[in-house]
C-alpha cells in the first residue's frame, strides 16, 4: 500500500504506557488482525452522543452485530448511540449484500455515515469489530476509509485446557470475548483427561464426583495443600455454547480417547484393563499409562457420554484426542489380546485405530465429524476424519496428501504454556521459550503441499495446557498478546504481514481491551538487564527486549521518557546506582518497565533464569508447594538432570557462595525413564548441594548440606565460605540425593565478595 495516512493515539493508550508517552502518527490504523484491503480517503466521520445505528427491519444477525458494537464502544468511549431501523444522519449503517465472501465484509467511512456490508452474520459482527477498533484509535473523528476483509483460513482457534486446573464460567465467557475480539471463531475446550472430569454427564454422575476435584501434590513433610477443581453443569455449558455463538465462535469439545483416561476409570474401574490406579496419582503430570479396555459395554459409555456431549455442542466437529496413548496395559492384557487376535488385528497401533474408527461411525451417523491429535494417523486413519497436527506439521502434510483436512496446533510455537519471557517474572510453565515474534514467524501453510492439498489445510490453533496455570490470571498472561499473533496468522494475507507493524497495532489492542478484564503479558516489551561485575568496582549492564525496540534509561530514579538517553550498549555504572529502562516505538513507551539495582551483590547475583540448565530434556518453570496462600517461587529446572550452571562468574575477591533451594514434589508420569535420573550418592540423609568449577565433572569447591531445608517447605538459603579464587570461571551446581522425590530446585545463587 503506497499512501500513507494518520490516526491519533487513543488516550487509553497512552494511559497504559505511562505519563511519558507522546502522541505521534501512525502508517496505518492499528487493526488487528489486519485487513485485506485499506484504502483512506478524504475527510473524516464524527461519532458523538448523537450518532445512531441503523439496522434493516427485521435482521436479527444486523441488530446482534450492532448490539454488540454499542456495547463496546460504551466500553470504551463511553458513548452508547441508538439502534433504529429507519434512515438517519450521521448513521452507522448495516447492510446486507450477495457476493463477499463468508466472514467477510466491506466497511465505509465517509464523513457523513459508516456503512458494514456483508453477507453473512458472522460478516456484519467482524465489520462491526473493525468498526468499533478504528472509533478506539483516535478521539471523536474517524479518518474516512475503505475497507475490503476476509479471513485467510476458516479455523482460527484456542485451546484452552480445563482439565488440568478448572477455570470458572464467568472466566471462559470472558476469554470468548477477548477471542472474538480479535475474530478467532474456534474455542477448542480440552474438558477431560487425566487429572480431571470437567462435564456434567446425567447417566454416569461419578465422572465428577470422583473427577471433579483433587488435592494437589506436595513434597514430602510439606503442608496438605487444598483440594481444587470443579465441574460444569450442563446448564452451564448451554449457556456459554450461546453466548460464544451470539459472538461466531464454535466451542469444540474434546473427549478424550482411549488414553488420557485416568479419571474416567477412576470413576468406573470396569472401564480400565484390570490395572487398578493407585490413590492420588490423579496430581501427576505427564503421560498416564491408563487406557479403555475394548469391550462393548466401553463403547457403549463412550457413546453414552458422546450422545450428551452432542446435545450440549452443535459443533460439526468432536474431539477425541487420540494422543499419547502409551498401549503397555494393553499389551499386557489377555483379554485384549485374545479380541485383537478374533479381530485379526496385528498390533496395538491397529487397534487404536480400530478404536478410533469405531467412534468415527458413530459421530458420523449422528451428523458429526471426528478430529483428533496426529496419532490417529497411527495404524490407519478413519475414513471421515480430520487430523489436528501437534507434533510439528508432518502429521498436517500426511493428512493433506492423503486427502484429509487437517489443523496446524504444533508444538512448541503454538503451545502457549511455554515461557514467552526470560526472566523470574515468568508464571510457572514449560521451560523452552516460544516468543511473540516466534509465534509470528510461523508459516501455517507448508510449503511441501500442493494447491489442491493446501486446501486441506483448514488454519491454525494454539494451545493452552494447564498443568502450571493454577489461576485464571496465568491463563490470561500466558495466552496473550502471543494470540494476538495467532489471530493474525489465520486472517491477514502472508504477503501483507510485517512484525514491526503488528507490534504497533499490537500495543493499542492490548489497551482495549485491559478495560474488558484482560491483563497480558508485557514480556515481549519490556527490558531485560543482564548484570556483571566491572573494573573499579563498577558493575556492567547489558539491556535486551524481545522485539528489537530502542530502549531508553535513567540512573537517577526518574521515568524513562522518550527524551531519556538512548541505550546503544553495555552500561559500566557506578555502584550503587538504581537503572530504570523502557522501550520506545515511535517515542512511545511501550508496556513493561525495569528497575533494577545495580550494587556489589546485584552483580553477583543469578536468578535460575540467569543460571543455564546443564541439559533441556524436560525443562520445566515449576512452582513450589509452599506456603498455601500468598506467592510461591518458580524454578526453572531440567526433571531428568537437576544441575544448573552459572556462566562465566567472577571469582575475585568472593569469601562466600549463598544458594536459595526450595523442594518440590516429583509428581511427573514418564514411565521407564524414571530409571535415567540418577544423582551422586549422598553423604547425609538428607543430601547435599555441590559446587564444582570449570565443568560438572571438575573440582568440587563446595558443598552445602540440605540438612537446614529439609523441614523448610518453601524457600531456604544455604551459605558456606569458599576458598580464594581468581579469574573467571563456569560454576556446575548439583545435589546429592538417593532418588528423585523430593527433587530440590535452585532459585538463586549469590555470589559474596569480602566486606
Not at 513434597?219 to 452451564?236: D, H, M, R, S, W
Not at 449457556?239 to 473427549?255: D, K, L, Q, S
Not at 488414553?259 to 490406579?277: D, K, N, Q
Not at 527433587?743 to 569480602?754: F, G, T
Given at each position: 500500500m503506497n499512501q500513507r495516512f494518520t490516526f491519533l493515539v487513543a488516550g487509553a493508550l497512552l494511559a497504559t504506557c505511562g505519563s511519558a508517552a507522546v502522541a505521534t502518527p501512525a502508517a496505518a490504523p492499528p487493526l488487528l488482525p489486519l485487513p485485506q484491503s485499506i484504502a483512506p480517503s478524504q475527510g473524516s466521520f464524527r461519532l458523538t452522543d448523537q450518532s445512531v445505528v441503523v439496522v434493516p427491519p427485521g435482521d436479527a444477525g444486523a441488530r446482534a452485530a450492532a448490539e454488540r458494537l454499542v456495547t463496546l464502544l460504551g466500553v470504551n468511549r463511553g458513548i452508547r448511540p441508538a439502534i433504529v431501523e429507519t434512515p438517519a444522519k450521521n448513521a452507522i449503517r448495516f447492510a446486507r449484500a450477495r457476493g463477499i465472501s463468508a466472514e467477510g465484509y466491506r466497511l465505509e467511512v465517509t464523513p457523513g455515515s459508516v456503512t458494514i456490508t456483508a453477507s453473512d452474520d458472522a460478516g456484519l459482527f467482524y465489520g462491526a469489530v473493525t468498526f468499533w477498533q478504528l472509533a478506539t484509535a483516535g478521539k471523536e473523528a474517524i479518518s474516512a476509509v475503505r475497507i475490503e476483509d476476509a479471513p485467510r483460513f476458516r479455523w482460527r482457534g484456542l485451546m484452552l485446557d480445563s482439565a488440568r486446573h478448572f477455570q470458572s464460567p464467568e472466566f471462559i465467557k470472558r476469554f470468548i470475548d477477548w477471542m472474538a475480539l480479535h475474530k478467532l471463531n474456534t474455542f477448542h475446550w480440552h474438558l477431560v483427561d487425566d487429572q480431571g472430569w470437567r462435564i456434567e454427564i446425567r447417566k454416569y454422575p461419578k465422572l465428577v464426583e470422583a473427577g471433579a476435584w483433587r488435592t494437589p501434590a506436595s513434597a514430602p513433610g510439606a503442608p496438605i495443600l487444598p483440594k481444587t477443581g470443579g465441574y460444569y453443569t450442563k446448564e452451564q455449558i448451554r449457556e456459554i455454547v450461546a453466548y460464544a455463538a451470539a459472538r461466531h465462535i464454535t466451542i469444540v469439545p474434546e473427549i478424550e480417547m482411549p488414553g488420557h483416561a485416568l479419571a474416567p476409570i477412576r470413576a468406573y474401574p470396569e472401564l480400565g484393563t484390570s490395572v487398578v490406579p493407585p490413590r492420588g496419582i490423579e496430581s501427576d503430570w505427564g503421560v498416564f499409562p491408563y487406557l479403555f479396555n475394548v469391550e462393548d459395554q466401553t463403547f457403549g459409555f463412550l457413546q453414552d457420554v458422546l450422545t450428551e456431549v452432542m446435545a450440549l455442542f452443535p459443533s460439526e466437529y468432536i474431539h477425541v484426542g487420540g494422543d499419547e496413548a502409551v498401549k503397555d496395559q494393553w499389551k499386557a492384557s489377555p483379554r485384549i489380546q485374545a479380541q485383537m487376535k478374533a479381530l485379526g488385528i496385528k498390533d496395538e497401533h491397529a487397534l487404536q485405530s480400530w478404536f478410533i474408527q469405531r467412534m468415527e461411525r458413530f459421530l458420523a451417523s449422528k451428523g458429526r465429524r471426528l478430529i483428533g491429535w496426529d496419532e490417529i494417523l497411527e495404524g490407519g486413519l478413519a475414513p471421515n476424519a480430520t487430523v489436528m497436527s501437534w507434533r510439528g506439521i508432518e502429521g498436517a502434510v500426511a493428512a493433506a496428501q492423503a486427502g484429509h483436512d487437517a489443523v496446524l496446533s504444533p508444538q512448541p510455537v503454538l503451545y502457549l504454556n511455554h515461557r514467552q519471557g526470560g526472566t523470574s517474572a515468568e508464571p510457572p510453565g514449560r521451560g523452552e521459550q516460544v516468543t511473540l515474534r516466534r509465534v509470528y514467524?510461523?508459516?501455517?501453510?507448508?510449503?511441501?503441499?500442493?494447491?489442491?492439498?493446501?486446501?486441506?489445510?483448514?488454519?491454525?490453533?494454539?494451545?493452552?495446557?494447564?498443568?502450571?496455570?493454577r489461576t485464571e490470571q496465568r491463563v490470561a498472561y500466558s495466552a496473550f498478546p502471543r494470540a494476538s499473533?495467532?489471530?493474525?496468522?489465520?486472517?491477514?494475507?502472508?504477503d501483507k504481514r510485517d512484525f514491526g507493524g503488528f507490534v504497533d497495532r499490537l500495543v493499542p489492542q492490548m489497551a482495549r481491551l485491559k478495560p474488558m478484564g484482560l491483563d497480558a503479558s508485557n514480556s515481549a516489551f519490556t527490558p531485560s538487564a543482564a548484570l556483571r561485575p566491572a573494573a573499579n568496582g563498577k558493575g556492567e549492564v547489558t539491556l535486551a527486549n524481545q522485539i528489537g525496540a530502542e530502549i531508553r534509561y535513567t540512573i537517577d530514579g526518574s521515568e524513562p521518557r522518550a527524551g531519556s538517553p538512548l541505550y546503544a550498549g553495555p552500561l559500566t555504572l557506578a555502584m550503587p546506582t538504581r537503572l530504570r529502562a523502557a522501550s520506545f516505538r515511535h517515542s512511545m513507551a511501550l508496556p513493561g518497565s525495569l528497575d533494577q539495582k545495580v550494587d556489589a551483590l546485584s552483580v553477583r547475583r543469578r536468578d535460575d533464569t540467569q543460571?543455564?540448565?546443564?541439559?533441556?530434556?524436560?525443562a520445566l518453570q515449576l512452582e513450589d508447594d509452599a506456603p498455601a496462600q500468598g506467592r510461591r517461587a518458580a524454578f526453572l529446572l531440567d526433571i531428568m538432570k537437576p544441575c544448573w550452571i552459572y556462566e562465566d562468574a567472577s571469582l575475585d575477591g568472593i569469601t562466600e557462595i549463598a544458594v536459595d533451594v526450595g523442594q518440590i514434589p516429583f509428581n511427573f508420569q514418564i514411565g521407564k525413564d524414571i530409571e535415567k535420573i540418577v544423582f551422586r550418592p549422598p553423604a547425609t540423609p538428607e543430601g547435599e548441594v555441590e559446587v564444582r568449577i570449570d565443568g560438572c565433572e571438575g573440582e568440587r569447591i563446595a558443598v552445602l548440606p540440605l540438612k537446614p531445608a529439609a523441614s523448610n517447605p518453601a524457600l531456604t538459603t544455604l551459605k558456606t565460605v569458599v576458598a580464594p579464587r581468581s579469574g573467571s570461571h563456569d560454576l556446575c551446581f548439583t545435589y546429592t540425593a538417593k532418588g528423585p522425590s523430593p527433587m530440590w530446585a535452585i532459585d538463586a545463587v549469590q555470589l559474596i565478595p569480602r566486606p
Amino acid at each position: 500500500m503506497n499512501q500513507r495516512f494518520t490516526f491519533l493515539v487513543a488516550g487509553a493508550l497512552l494511559a497504559t504506557c505511562g505519563s511519558a508517552a507522546v502522541a505521534t502518527p501512525a502508517a496505518a490504523p492499528p487493526l488487528l488482525p489486519l485487513p485485506q484491503s485499506i484504502a483512506p480517503s478524504q475527510g473524516s466521520f464524527r461519532l458523538t452522543d448523537q450518532s445512531v445505528v441503523v439496522v434493516p427491519p427485521g435482521d436479527a444477525g444486523a441488530r446482534a452485530a450492532a448490539e454488540r458494537l454499542v456495547t463496546l464502544l460504551g466500553v470504551n468511549r463511553g458513548i452508547r448511540p441508538a439502534i433504529v431501523e429507519t434512515p438517519a444522519k450521521n448513521a452507522i449503517r448495516f447492510a446486507r449484500a450477495r457476493g463477499i465472501s463468508a466472514e467477510g465484509y466491506r466497511l465505509e467511512v465517509t464523513p457523513g455515515s459508516v456503512t458494514i456490508t456483508a453477507s453473512d452474520d458472522a460478516g456484519l459482527f467482524y465489520g462491526a469489530v473493525t468498526f468499533w477498533q478504528l472509533a478506539t484509535a483516535g478521539k471523536e473523528a474517524i479518518s474516512a476509509v475503505r475497507i475490503e476483509d476476509a479471513p485467510r483460513f476458516r479455523w482460527r482457534g484456542l485451546m484452552l485446557d480445563s482439565a488440568r486446573h478448572f477455570q470458572s464460567p464467568e472466566f471462559i465467557k470472558r476469554f470468548i470475548d477477548w477471542m472474538a475480539l480479535h475474530k478467532l471463531n474456534t474455542f477448542h475446550w480440552h474438558l477431560v483427561d487425566d487429572q480431571g472430569w470437567r462435564i456434567e454427564i446425567r447417566k454416569y454422575p461419578k465422572l465428577v464426583e470422583a473427577g471433579a476435584w483433587r488435592t494437589p501434590a506436595s513434597a514430602p513433610g510439606a503442608p496438605i495443600l487444598p483440594k481444587t477443581g470443579g465441574y460444569y453443569t450442563k446448564e452451564q455449558i448451554r449457556e456459554i455454547v450461546a453466548y460464544a455463538a451470539a459472538r461466531h465462535i464454535t466451542i469444540v469439545p474434546e473427549i478424550e480417547m482411549p488414553g488420557h483416561a485416568l479419571a474416567p476409570i477412576r470413576a468406573y474401574p470396569e472401564l480400565g484393563t484390570s490395572v487398578v490406579p493407585p490413590r492420588g496419582i490423579e496430581s501427576d503430570w505427564g503421560v498416564f499409562p491408563y487406557l479403555f479396555n475394548v469391550e462393548d459395554q466401553t463403547f457403549g459409555f463412550l457413546q453414552d457420554v458422546l450422545t450428551e456431549v452432542m446435545a450440549l455442542f452443535p459443533s460439526e466437529y468432536i474431539h477425541v484426542g487420540g494422543d499419547e496413548a502409551v498401549k503397555d496395559q494393553w499389551k499386557a492384557s489377555p483379554r485384549i489380546q485374545a479380541q485383537m487376535k478374533a479381530l485379526g488385528i496385528k498390533d496395538e497401533h491397529a487397534l487404536q485405530s480400530w478404536f478410533i474408527q469405531r467412534m468415527e461411525r458413530f459421530l458420523a451417523s449422528k451428523g458429526r465429524r471426528l478430529i483428533g491429535w496426529d496419532e490417529i494417523l497411527e495404524g490407519g486413519l478413519a475414513p471421515n476424519a480430520t487430523v489436528m497436527s501437534w507434533r510439528g506439521i508432518e502429521g498436517a502434510v500426511a493428512a493433506a496428501q492423503a486427502g484429509h483436512d487437517a489443523v496446524l496446533s504444533p508444538q512448541p510455537v503454538l503451545y502457549l504454556n511455554h515461557r514467552q519471557g526470560g526472566t523470574s517474572a515468568e508464571p510457572p510453565g514449560r521451560g523452552e521459550q516460544v516468543t511473540l515474534r516466534r509465534v509470528y514467524d510461523f508459516d501455517p501453510a507448508p510449503d511441501t503441499l500442493t494447491d489442491d492439498q493446501q486446501r486441506h489445510i483448514l488454519g491454525l490453533q494454539a494451545n493452552l495446557w494447564t498443568e502450571h496455570m493454577r489461576t485464571e490470571q496465568r491463563v490470561a498472561y500466558s495466552a496473550f498478546p502471543r494470540a494476538s499473533a495467532v489471530a493474525e496468522l489465520g486472517w491477514a494475507a502472508a504477503d501483507k504481514r510485517d512484525f514491526g507493524g503488528f507490534v504497533d497495532r499490537l500495543v493499542p489492542q492490548m489497551a482495549r481491551l485491559k478495560p474488558m478484564g484482560l491483563d497480558a503479558s508485557n514480556s515481549a516489551f519490556t527490558p531485560s538487564a543482564a548484570l556483571r561485575p566491572a573494573a573499579n568496582g563498577k558493575g556492567e549492564v547489558t539491556l535486551a527486549n524481545q522485539i528489537g525496540a530502542e530502549i531508553r534509561y535513567t540512573i537517577d530514579g526518574s521515568e524513562p521518557r522518550a527524551g531519556s538517553p538512548l541505550y546503544a550498549g553495555p552500561l559500566t555504572l557506578a555502584m550503587p546506582t538504581r537503572l530504570r529502562a523502557a522501550s520506545f516505538r515511535h517515542s512511545m513507551a511501550l508496556p513493561g518497565s525495569l528497575d533494577q539495582k545495580v550494587d556489589a551483590l546485584s552483580v553477583r547475583r543469578r536468578d535460575d533464569t540467569q543460571l543455564k540448565l546443564c541439559s533441556n530434556d524436560i525443562a520445566l518453570q515449576l512452582e513450589d508447594d509452599a506456603p498455601a496462600q500468598g506467592r510461591r517461587a518458580a524454578f526453572l529446572l531440567d526433571i531428568m538432570k537437576p544441575c544448573w550452571i552459572y556462566e562465566d562468574a567472577s571469582l575475585d575477591g568472593i569469601t562466600e557462595i549463598a544458594v536459595d533451594v526450595g523442594q518440590i514434589p516429583f509428581n511427573f508420569q514418564i514411565g521407564k525413564d524414571i530409571e535415567k535420573i540418577v544423582f551422586r550418592p549422598p553423604a547425609t540423609p538428607e543430601g547435599e548441594v555441590e559446587v564444582r568449577i570449570d565443568g560438572c565433572e571438575g573440582e568440587r569447591i563446595a558443598v552445602l548440606p540440605l540438612k537446614p531445608a529439609a523441614s523448610n517447605p518453601a524457600l531456604t538459603t544455604l551459605k558456606t565460605v569458599v576458598a580464594p579464587r581468581s579469574g573467571s570461571h563456569d560454576l556446575c551446581f548439583t545435589y546429592t540425593a538417593k532418588g528423585p522425590s523430593p527433587m530440590w530446585a535452585i532459585d538463586a545463587v549469590q555470589l559474596i565478595p569480602r566486606p
